[in-house]
């Protein structure tokens, strides 16, 4: 299930989203668990594939190499009007919608398709696995991913996911 087994780039219409992911770390002495919020991107097409993925930061620079690796043929992009994405006009016709000032869709402009996979994302770590490790996050965002991405696909999606398998040798 992870993202990089499916070589394909993302195209069409594309929504942008960075989230902050609270993951539990290494804590104190005693047991203590100790929560870090850790950066994701979210590049979501409309009715296709969704990617997630840990960013090292959250500066431009960080966002723009993994939206390299990610990105094919691009008809439109979709952020909000964060100063830190403002790059992507680089990779096509890019749109924003502006949250700060209570701005959620303009035309087919929103960004509700990637905040929605946040949204569904978040309860279940929540309802599900009640808190992650940091170090096993990015497997965490592959498997939602994945199932996001193939949920209109009922029977296809365990065929898929033993086609991927490796074989132990």
């Given at each position: 299930?992870?993202?990089?087994?499916f070589e394909d780039r993302?195209?069409?219409?594309?929504?942008?989203?960075?989230?902050?992911?609270?993951?539990?770390?290494?804590?104190?002495?005693?047991?203590?668990?100790?929560?870090?919020g850790k950066n994701v991107?979210?590049?979501?097409?409309?009715?296709?594939?969704?990617?997630?993925?840990?960013?090292?930061?959250?500066?431009?620079?960080?966002?723009?190499?993994?939206?390299?690796?990610?990105?094919?043929?691009?008809?439109?992009?979709?952020?909000?009007?964060?100063?830190?994405?403002?790059?992507?006009?680089?990779?096509?016709?890019?749109?924003?919608?502006?949250?700060?000032?209570?701005e959620y869709v303009i035309?087919?402009?929103?960004?509700?398709?990637?905040?929605?996979?946040?949204?569904?994302?978040?309860?279940?770590?929540?309802?599900?696995?009640?808190?992650?490790?940091?170090?096993?996050?990015?497997?965490?965002?592959?498997?939602?991913?994945?199932?996001?991405?193939?949920?209109?696909?009922?029977?296809?999606?365990?065929?898929?996911?033993?086609?991927?398998?490796?074989?132990?040798?």
């Amino acid at each position: 299930m992870k993202h990089d087994v499916f070589e394909d780039r993302l195209g069409g219409i594309i929504e942008v989203d960075d989230a902050v992911v609270r993951a539990s770390g290494d804590g104190p002495p005693k047991g203590h668990v100790k929560f870090e919020g850790k950066n994701v991107l979210g590049m979501a097409e409309r009715g296709g594939f969704l990617r997630m993925m840990i960013l090292d930061g959250l500066k431009a620079r960080d966002i723009k190499r993994v939206i390299a690796k990610n990105l094919g043929d691009v008809e439109e992009i979709y952020s909000d009007a964060a100063s830190r994405l403002f790059f992507l006009t680089e990779f096509g016709r890019h749109e924003t919608v502006a949250h700060v000032y209570k701005e959620y869709v303009i035309d087919e402009v929103h960004v509700n398709t990637i905040e929605n996979a946040w949204s569904l994302f978040k309860r279940g770590l929540v309802g599900m696995y009640h808190h992650v490790s940091a170090q096993y996050l990015q497997d965490y965002l592959d498997e939602f991913a994945f199932r996001y991405s193939h949920r209109k696909e009922k029977g296809a999606m365990f065929d898929l996911v033993l086609a991927n398998c490796e074989v132990a040798a």
